[in-house]
């Protein structure tokens, strides 16, 4: 199987993606959310944050350590089961919902930028290296495809599409 994508392209992604949550952030207009990983429940703007924001300190996490040469405990499949996934999904924004909002939206920044930073930061002879551990994911076993694995963990790693976790159609 290829490798996913460049490094270059990954944060250009992990951007373009980020910036159309802060447009949501910024925007006057009904948001629709189309895919609501928590499930049937409704979810707003400041949920859809939330819930980003915590998966993207997770991200955070597994790529420096696995910079470091270690496996992070998102990458062991006994957290890959479903009722794991929502577990941490509903009690995050739950647990999020009781900051003020001016607060979720500066964390969702900071994250934001120091995910970028730290996939920026990564030495390129290192992204498409074999990785010192197994994760459990299909994709390949290098930091691309870690990066790929955490970020979309139900994409096909062939595809350009990046984080399709949640779908905003900002009517601008």
């Given at each position: ?38 499930g049937d429940e409704t979810m707003s703007i ?118 399709q976790h949640a779908t905003v159609h900002l009517g601008l």
């Amino acid at each position: 199987m290829p490798d996913f994508m460049d490094q270059a392209t990954a944060c250009q992604a992990l951007t373009t993606d980020r910036d159309h949550l802060l447009v949501a952030i910024a925007a006057d207009t009904p948001v629709q959310i189309h895919h609501n990983p928590l499930g049937d429940e409704t979810m707003s703007i400041a949920d859809l944050v939330i819930h980003v924001s915590m998966w993207d300190e997770i991200v955070l996490g597994v790529l420096t350590e696995a910079v470091a040469g270690r496996a992070h405990w998102y990458v062991d499949s006994r957290w890959e089961t479903k009722e794991c996934g929502q577990a941490l999904n509903v009690g995050g924004v739950r647990a999020g919902r009781l900051v003020p909002e001016p607060l979720v939206y500066e964390r969702f920044r900071t994250v934001r930028d120091a995910l970028i930073a730290a996939t920026a930061a990564v030495d390129p002879g290192q992204w498409h290296k074999d990785l010192p551990f197994q994760h459990s994911g299909t994709q390949p076993q290098t930091l691309a495809g870690l990066c790929c694995k955490v970020n979309m963990p139900e994409a096909d790693p062939t595809q350009s599409k990046v984080y399709q976790h949640a779908t905003v159609h900002l009517g601008l």
